[in-house]
């Protein structure tokens, strides 16, 4: 198989997983709470992480590790996984799949955001109109349309959801400045990130056993929004001859996802949902062409 076939496969085997996320994330939260979401599907990503780290033959590599390597990753294991997705369940626990999952997506823009101070970068007149494009898109979704009255639908929900955007963003930007072997930085993140939550369910001593149905959902978010689907992403971008070719194909993702929430959750999908994606994506796109 040519190569960039091959990324091709893995980027859309990666895009299929991704868009299912926010169907399984609404569909668990029915048995399960954020915390509790957290911890099972976090202890099924910490596993699937060591094994492929094993497979891989790099388990040495967590040998090799100095005080400042893992000092740095306590740091982006609170930020990612622990902050990150405890802010974007309970989002989803408030709004409609929909609209958590939408929302999320502004992180690109947050990221040229905190760009500007903490990489000391430069931001255009076309770049700040791309942003605002964006802005717009939010506003549309979260208002339902109705831009002129300003009623949002759910102001705790939609404060989260695009707050969840900031932690990923601050979380890529450390990561950035991290140049470690990406898997086993990647594990040691999620050690941290489960061991932040242990202590959160033991200070506040809120655990019990989910049902069948809410483990199920946790292992399928710990393979496949947490584990196996980022290594698919890393070898479609590794496989293609430019990350340009795959790396778009990710906004794929969101409208599919619509799609499957439908379908999976149960939802009518808002034209207000699907307007403000696109205004959200024209806006990222505009951003990236302009750098």
């Known amino acids: 198989m040519r190569a960039q076939r091959k ?22 939260l ?14 099924v990503a910490v596993i699937t992480l060591f094994v492929i780290l094993i497979v891989q033959q790099k388990l040495s590599l967590l040998l090799k590790l ?12 609170l930020l990612n996984p622990y902050l990150y997705y405890l802010v974007l369940l309970r989002a989803y626990d408030l709004l ?6 939408t929302l999320n997506y502004i992180w690109p823009l947050v990221l040229v955001l905190l760009s500007i101070p903490m990489l000391r970068q430069k931001i255009s007149f076309l770049s700040i109109l791309a942003i605002l494009t964006s802005f717009a898109g939010i506003m549309v979704i979260s208002t339902h349309g109705r831009l002129l009255s300003l009623h949002f639908s759910n102001p705790a929900g939609v404060m989260l959801a695009t707050g969840s ?35 959160t369910i033991a200070v506040t001593k809120h ?39 795959v790396s778009n194909l990710i ?16 939802e ?24």
């Open 7 to 28: 990324a091709y496969l893995y980027a859309f085997s990666a895009i299929a997983c991704w868009s299912t996320i926010g169907s399984a994330f609404k569909i668990s």
């Open 30 to 43: 029915r048995y399960l709470d954020p915390l509790g979401l957290m911890l099972f599907s976090s202890i």
């Open 66 to 77: 100095t005080s400042t390597d893992i000092l740095m990753s306590a740091v982006m294991g």
């Open 96 to 101: 409609p799949a929909q609209e958590a999952g």
């Open 165 to 199: 955007a900031f932690f990923w963003a601050l979380y890529w930007i450390i990561n950035l400045k991290d140049k470690r072997e990406t898997v086993s930085k990647l594990f040691l993140n999620f050690f941290f990130g489960l061991l932040y939550v242990f202590i």
């Open 207 to 245: 655990f019990w056993i989910p049902p069948w149905k809410g483990l199920a959902g946790a292992v399928y978010i710990g393979l496949f929004e947490m584990g196996i689907t980022f290594l698919l992403w890393m070898n479609a971008l590794k496989a293609s001859s430019t990350t340009a070719k």
């Open 251 to 266: 906004y794929l993702s969101p409208f599919i996802s619509l799609i499957i929430i439908h379908f999976a959750v149960g």
């Open 268 to 291: 009518a999908i808002l034209l207000s949902t699907v307007a403000g994606l696109a205004l959200i994506v024209i806006g990222i796109l505009w951003q990236q062409y302009l750098k």
